[in-house]
């Protein structure tokens, strides 16, 4: 049994499937909310860290100063040997800490687009067993650069970082692999003044009446990203 640790920033961007994976496999999933009294776990208290997404940018410290502490305990994790997994926001912290800039993306991306993996991850025995192209979920503006010695993994017509792994075992993925039906649900309700005209922004009718195989595509793929990281 792993001790995986969840940082979650707002109500309506939880763990989703990531929260199945562990159950199925005999995990403990706890969780950080920032949004409450966001206590932090000890480093010996947890086996793999993931970090979720969020509306927020990481360097909005005065609107939320609790990402200071954040990225404290992400960069402690990283220093400690952890296996570190990061969603969307969670992604452009894990790329913060290991000194990469974060920045606005040319296009906000948010809907269901296809992400292309890269040669690398394609020779990958993380990322090897995926598909060439897989139609992910987005929902972002920023986007980051990549970590010096990162693997650069995947890239979308919008956006040319999405996904990187550093040491073998931090990962950050831009685009969202553990949504369901109803994480998107609660993100839409509470994200709708995003969904402005632009190339690379679907309609909300478009996005809430996905295709329920979408759903079971991402979650397979993240199910068997998550089984092949160490630790």
Partial sequence: MMKIHCLQ??????????????ESRGHLLTATRFFEDGSLPRMKDFDRLVVMGGPMNIYEEDCYPWL???????????????TVVGVCLG???????????????RHKEIGWFPVEWTEQARQSAVFGFLPERLDAFHW??????????????????ACENQAFLYDSRVLGLQFHL????????????????????APYIEKE???????PDRFRGINEAMFGILDR???
Avoid: M
């Avoid at 200071?68 to 040997?81: D, N, P, S």
């Fill in 205 to 211: 009718g478009e996005i809430l009446s996905t295709d």
């Fill in 229 to 231: 990281l160490p630790g």
């Fill in 91 to 105: 992604a452009q912290l894990i790329a913060g800490v290991l000194g990469a800039k974060v920045r606005r993306n």
């Fill in 9 to 22: 920033h707002v109500p309506f961007e939880g763990p989703a499937a990531v929260g199945r994976w562990a």
């Fill in 68 to 82: 200071t502490r954040e990225k404290r305990f992400i960069g402690e994790a990283v220093t400690a040997g952890k």
């Fill in 178 to 197: 553990e949504s369901t039906a109803e994480s998107v649900r609660f993100l839409t309700e509470n994200c709708r003044d995003e969904l402005v005209p």
């Fill in 140 to 157: 972002h503006g920023d986007t980051f650069d990549l970590p010096v010695g990162a693997l650069h993994l995947a890239r979308s017509e």
